[in-house]
Nanobody, 122 residues
C-alpha cells in the first residue's frame, strides 16, 4: 500500500527557512513533486523531480528560493525553503506519479500525502 507522509511544516518568519520532508512507502516513484494550497486558492505546483534527482522543475514564484531533492536510499523527498515570504503560507503536499508525466500538472500525480501547514509571518 502506498503512503506519502509529510513533515517539517510550521511557523517561520519572513526571510527564514524551513525544510519539508516526505516519507514514501509502498513502491518506487519515478516522478515526485511538491504542491501547495493557500486558503481560497487552487492547489499549485511548487517543484518536481525525476527519478534520479538530476532533473528538477520549479514554479517561477519559488525559483532560486526553494530546492527539491530526493534520497532514494531512504525513500525520502525534501523541499528546502529559504527566503520565505508571507505569500508562501499554505498547506504543502507531497505527490508522486505512477509513471513519469508532466511534472507541473496535479492531474498527473496519482498519490498524495495529507499535507503539512507552513505559515510565514511578516
Amino acid at each position: 500500500q502506498v503512503h506519502l507522509v509529510e513533515s517539517g511544516g510550521g511557523l517561520a518568519q519572513a526571510g527564514g527557512s524551513l525544510r519539508l520532508s516526505c516519507a514514501a512507502s509502498g513502491r518506487f516513484f519515478y516522478a515526485m513533486g511538491w504542491f501547495r494550497q493557500a486558503p481560497g486558492k487552487e492547489r499549485e505546483f511548487v517543484g518536481g523531480i525525476n527519478w534520479s534527482g538530476k532533473s528538477t522543475y520549479y514554479a517561477d514564484s519559488v525559483k532560486d528560493r526553494f530546492t527539491i531533492s530526493r534520497d532514494n536510499t531512504k525513500s525520502m523527498l525534501y523541499l528546502q525553503m529559504k527566503s520565505l515570504k508571507p505569500e508562501d503560507t499554505a498547506v504543502y503536499y507531497c505527490a508522486a506519479q505512477g509513471g513519469s508525466g508532466n511534472y507541473y500538472s496535479a492531474n498527473e500525480y496519482n498519490y498524495w500525502g495529507a499535507g503539512t501547514q507552513v505559515t510565514v509571518s511578516s
